[in-house]
Nanobody, 130 residues
Framework: QVQVRESGGDSVRPGGSLKLSCAVS????????MSWFRQSPGKEREAVAS??????????YYADFVEGRFTISQDTAKNAVFLEMNDLKPDDTAMYYC?????????????????????WGQGTQVTVSS
């Protein structure tokens, strides 16, 4: 049975930083992307960032709204993925979800728009407010 556990969410002021972590256990067959999504009330869930299991050009995808503020990384030996977020804005307030995903190849990426999620965690809340 696959388990996905996110952690690291918190309440911060605008301009602050957070690092989210995600640990995955179990056999995630066919999922070679590890992705972060987010969802805020009244909005659809959207991809934030995704990283391919293999170190290749096009292996990291960021949504346009990231604008260089976030960095995704992974520890493949531990089946873990991280999202370091800097210069947080109130619009970044959302529940953040980790998702092992199947590849979606396009526009030069292996994990375009987060790929096709196969499993979901429960999420970790990020609140950015003054």
């Amino acid at each position: 049975q696959v388990q996905v556990r996110e952690s690291g969410g918190d309440s911060v002021r605008p301009g602050g930083s957070l690092k989210l972590s995600c640990a995955v256990s179990g056999d995630t067959k066919g999922t070679t992307c590890m992705s972060w999504f987010r969802q805020s009330p009244g909005k659809e869930r959207e991809a934030v960032a995704s990283i391919y299991a293999y170190n290749r050009d096009g292996g990291i995808y960021y949504a346009d709204f990231v604008e260089g503020r976030f960095t995704i990384s992974q520890d493949t030996a531990k089946n873990a993925v991280f999202l370091e977020m800097n210069d947080l804005k109130p619009d970044d307030t959302a529940m953040y979800y980790c998702a092992p995903a199947r590849p979606r190849i396009g526009e030069g990426y292996y994990c375009l728009r987060g790929g096709t999620p196969a499993y979901w965690g429960q999420g970790t809340q990020v609140t950015v407010s003054s």
